[in-house]
């Protein structure tokens, strides 16, 4: 396997190679990796997630998984890295973390067979959707807000070539305790399944992703709170949790809602729209 970051190195956006607790850059120069400042290691077109692709979401959610999957898309404005921070606005109460695995698309295409789609994946991720559920119920179901707000979308530390999700696992810690754990084997829909779906509309550039769902335990988390996702061979990505300078402003628009829908969603109770 092969890993690749982007980091900023002495000023400059740098893609650098992991050898082992070393980054090296094309010129030679190296940084620590718990030392370099990351970005997300793609540079994407667009983002987009798949819904409920784990079974133990679904059965906690108390709902039906569809025949066929559904999706939404985060906006690349969104984007955040490893070892950056996530803002809850002030106001807001249900800032829920979503371990999960990103695929990250090599080269331009549409129409791909499930049979030849890793031959368009360049590599894969980590990735933490997170979601602000206050506005779960005023979206009505778009996640515009919910998904797409600054800060939500972190992908790392790194883009990983060589990898395969089988008999991997992915774990979701909050301040060091496992809050979510599952097989990727458990994936309802295959990574290739997702790709395929998506490409009969859609047409993918280098750099593009998929995030693949998240398991069970999804909860909110607090400012102050160090949120890590880990991965078998795709290493650990880490974000901490800060309140915003400001809260949501009431000029225009629906305010946070606290309600029986956002708390069915932020607080696994069920899924209600």
Known sequence: MVETRRIVLQGTTVEVLRDGDVLRAPDGRTVRADEAIHLPPCVPTKIICAHLNFMNRVVELKTISPDTPSY???PTSALNSHKGQVVRPQGCKYLNYEGEV???VGRTCRN?????????????TIANDFGLHDFRETD???????????TLGPLGP??????????????????????????????????AYLLADLSRTHTFFPGDVILTGTPANSRPV?????????????????NHIVEGASGISNECGSP??????????????????
């Open 72 to 74: 939404f898309q985060k």
């Open 112 to 124: 791909v067979r499930m049979a030849d789609a890793e031959h368009y994946i360049e590599g894969y």
């Open 256 to 273: 946070p809602v606290d309600s029986v829908v956002v708390r069915g969603v932020a607080l696994g109770e069920g899924l209600k729209e």
């Open 102 to 104: 990103g695929i990250v």
């Open 140 to 150: 009505r179901g778009s996640m515009v807000r919910v998904k797409g707000a600054d």
């Open 222 to 238: 607090q400012p102050g709170d160090v949120v890590t996702v880990a991965v078998d061979g795709l290493g650990e990505l880490e």
């Open 158 to 191: 790194g883009l990983v070539r060589g990898w395969h999700p089988e008999g991997k696992v992915l774990r979701t810690r909050v301040n060091g305790k496992v809050m979510q754990e599952a097989s990727l084997d458990d994936l309802i829909w295959s990574m």
